[in-house]
């Protein structure tokens, strides 16, 4: 019977587009959460990656304004699906842009938002006026923008693609390391890797509990616990995808714990070996750009 009054509700809904995914709206009278699903001509199955709905989690555990998405499970023709309360009308002697203004100065302020949006992105996590809206009696940001989802086709300048994916790289090359202890200065992402560690930097008050509250998992469980029969290359995109997720989240951790608790004695204090001979400098160097400060006219600090 449930499963017949799931159906049912689903056939009820009302569609609705957007550039890269269908919604299914609940009829007015009925009331329950948007379905959101990709376009059918997208290769990626998911209504939304798993790094975004991790992020917007996080935030709001520690009370941003953010109302996220949740895996709500599967359809064989069109994948993997999210769920999302739907917002309300204005309540009565609300003003809508002064609360739009509001909630866009707190993340402009926060270094925690600074550190997981795209770059130069204004309105902050794409903050326009469609995707924000009342959940209750409060104002709150229903579709944001993080920088894990931005892809480069998107992006115009080479370093803001570098800014984009900066602490994936960093992390990825800070494992993969050549054995002559090449200076990670060298690198070519040198700039937007020094502007992020500043932001980990900044963000340090907040991080812990960001890090913690990204890393659980137990709600991605209507995914992993579907009773339909998933096609195995839509499995593959979704393990593909946790997979840059939880990439994402070892980076935060990693470089969180190398900026911020600088005098932690680390396992390579303890390896007197040729091949982490210029592991050392790395991580001095990542940690003295994480004090650089950004000026007013220049979006990332110099090399020193």
Known sequence: MVAFSMAWSILKMKQAHGKMRQVELPEEDEGGDAIKYAHPHRKTKLGQLPVNMAISRALAKLGY??????????????????????????PKGKDFQSDLDELRFALEESPLVSLVQSERQWPPLDSHAGNVGYYGNKMKLFD????????????????????????????RYMNQW???GTHIAEHAGGRPWKERFRQIR????????FIQAYKDRSEIRPWLDTQ????????????????????????LAWFHNTINNPEQTRLYDFDQSPMMAGYPDMVRWIQESAKSERGPDDFFPGYP
């Open 65 to 90: 304004p953010i109302e996220s998405e949740k895996p709500y499970g599967y359809r064989d023709n069109v994948g993997f699906t999210v769920s999302q309360p739907m917002f309300n009308d204005p």
């Open 144 to 171: 944001p923008m993080y920088a894990p989802e931005v892809f480069d086709q998107m992006v115009d300048d080479p370093d803001d693609r570098m800014y984009n994916r900066a602490l994936q790289d960093a992390y």
């Open 178 to 180: 050549k054995p002559k």
């Open 202 to 209: 900044e963000a340090g008050d907040e991080l812990d509990e």
């Open 228 to 251: 339909e029969k998933v096609k195995p290359e839509h499995m593959e995109q979704l393990m593909q995808r946790f997979g840059e997720a939880n990439q994402y989240g070892d980076a």
